[in-house]
Structures are given as structure tokens and as C-alpha cells.
């Protein structure tokens, strides 16, 4: 595992949490699911500075809300 790597595993569950706040759907959640989702999305772009090595990085990667598909 490399930083490269990392940042694109990072950057694809960024994508798939962005349709979210970026559609209709938003709107749809509870205060608490947007500020779950809001943690989840700074969770993971913190993510590479967190941490010293990409490994440790990948094995620390935020788990996402469980109502989150």
C-alpha cells in the first residue's frame, strides 16, 4: 500500500458520499444524519494526515453511517 493508492480508495468513498450531499436526498435526512455524514466526509479527508504510514491510514479508514448505502 502506497499514498497513491490510499488517496484513491479516500477519493472513491468521497465520490460515493458526495452524491448524497449533493442531491435532493440531503434534504431528506435528520439533522443527526447530516452531521454523521458531515463527520464521516472530514474523517476522510483528514485521513492521509492522521496518520505516519499509508497502512496504518487503510487500517484506520472511518467506518461509514450505517444507514449510509
Known amino acids: 500500500m502506497d499514498w497513491d493508492e ?3 480508495i479516500r477519493m472513491q468513498k468521497l465520490l460515493h458520499m458526495d452524491r448524497y450531499q449533493l442531491s435532493i436526498r440531503y434534504d431528506t435526512l435528520t ?3 447530516k452531521t454523521e455524514l458531515q463527520q464521516y466526509r472530514t474523517d476522510l479527508l483528514t485521513l492521509p494526515q492522521d496518520y505516519n504510514t499509508p497502512q496504518e491510514a487503510y487500517d484506520n ?3 461509514k453511517p450505517t444507514w449510509f448505502d
Open 6 to 8: 490510499l488517496r484513491n
Open 31 to 33: 439533522d443527526a444524519q
Open 61 to 63: 479508514i472511518p467506518v
